[in-house]
């Protein structure tokens, strides 16, 4: 049986990047993808998402920190352009249930540069924004835009180059620890390694419920609209800034980005069902839903071009589950939760560090993985809080 030291199992963005620190670092590394890379059945493909430091929480504002040092460290390496700065804006109705305090507190506690605007600011500065009263606005410089195709290919691409063996379109059907690691049993073959990294979102829990073990997920069919303005112009990133309404029902969106659409969705739809039951056909009601918030709020975006789906596989506080398995140690769990994609490299760099040195520089306390695994059939009496996520 092939011997490595470190075994991914899942290649969109966490564990591609978890192959490529592996790889930089000269470990013997095998990574597993049960279907064609860049595949469209999670949540890794399509364009642009969302970078920022703007969270209600220090914790997320500190690895936001981390992120962008490890972006650019990527950026250095690959000699790819892959994030670009457009500022942002979250914008939180006064009386909802989230609080532009909470924000402002954990930005100026981490130390990162921001102002508070009031609708009359934010017309003033944007004027293709159209807000109510009542809403107050954080606006934060750093926010921009990573691109998600292409740094997830860079990733494999480098881990590659790096001596990782990436084996796409092979299906991980059980992990079997021993005394000494683990047996990765595939429809391929078996090989053996030392340490597993599971970074298989929405399939997590059917590798790990045979180990009698299970991680509370709700996972759903998302979707993402562009639309495309009259004045596409008015939309440049130049002028036009990543944006996020933080309320009851979340949206977020982008400026133009290599094409003259802008592209904005709802997050978390609950438009609930599994990998199995997916249909990748968008729900007419959530694109009506979204058409209606963006004609009173962005009254010039236009009319909707195309609806591209994607997965959610979210834990019920949102919080990410990073770590090793409290039962076996030699497996460790990346979970992202539905916002994780602007945390890549660092999620990637933070799992390799606990498969090879056993601990990382970077506060995981808040994403343990001993609070978020149940044994098999257990409940899961957290309440449900939805954490200010997107993209």
């Not at 981390?66 to 914008?91: H, K, N, P």
Request: hydrophobic share 40%; proline share 7%.
């Amino acid at each position: 049986m092939k011997q490595f030291d470190v075994a991914v199992v899942g290649m969109g963005a966490l564990g591609s990047a978890a192959a490529y620190h592996l790889a930089r670092r000269g470990v013997s590394v095998v990574a597993f993808e049960q279907f064609e890379l860049g595949h469209v059945r999670g949540a890794s493909h399509d364009t642009s998402r969302i970078i920022r430091t703007s969270y209600g929480a220090p914790q997320y504002v500190r690895l936001a920190q981390s992120s962008y040092r490890d972006w650019a460290e990527l950026e250095a390496t690959t000699g790819e352009q892959l994030t670009v700065i457009t500022g942002g804006l979250v914008f939180i109705p006064i009386g909802g249930p989230f609080s532009a305090r909470d924000f402002v507190d954990s930005l100026n506690e981490v130390g990162i540069p921001h102002e508070l605007l009031s609708p009359a600011q934010v017309h003033e500065r944007w004027p293709q924004f159209s807000l109510p009263d009542g809403v107050e606005t954080i606006y934060t410089p750093d926010s921009g835009i990573t691109h998600a195709a292409r740094s997830v290919a860079a990733l494999q691409m480098h881990a590659r180059m790096n001596g990782a063996v990436i084996r796409d379109r092979t299906p991980v059907l059980s992990l079997d620890p021993d005394s000494d690691g683990v047996v990765v049993r595939s429809d391929k073959g078996d090989i053996h390694a030392g340490k597993v990294i599971l970074a298989t979102d929405a399939w997590t829990n059917a590798l790990l419920e045979p180990l009698g073990a299970s991680i509370p997920l709700i996972t759903m069919q998302e979707q993402v609209t562009y639309f495309k303005p009259q004045d596409a112009g008015a939309y440049d990133r130049e002028r036009f800034p990543v944006w996020i309404w933080e309320d009851t029902h979340c949206f977020y969106g982008f400026p133009t980005y290599g094409e003259p659409t802008i592209k904005a969705a709802r997050d978390r739809s609950d438009n609930l069902m599994t990998p199995e039951e997916r249909t990748f056909v968008p729900s007419p009601e959530l694109l009506q839903q979204l058409e209606e918030f963006m004609n009173a709020t962005i009254p010039g975006s236009g009319e909707p071009l195309r609806t591209v789906t994607c997965q959610y596989a979210i834990t019920p506080d949102r919080n990410f589950v990073l770590g090793p398995l409290p039962e076996h140690p030699d497996i460790l769990v990346g979970l992202g939760a539905g916002h994780a994609f602007k945390f890549t490299p660092t999620i990637g760099r933070i799992l390799a560090e606990l498969a090879v040195d056993g601990e990382t520089s970077d506060d995981i306390s808040t994403f343990s993985v001993q609070a978020a695994v149940h044994p098999t059939g257990g409940v899961d009496s957290r309440p449900v809080i939805v954490e200010q996520s997107l993209s």
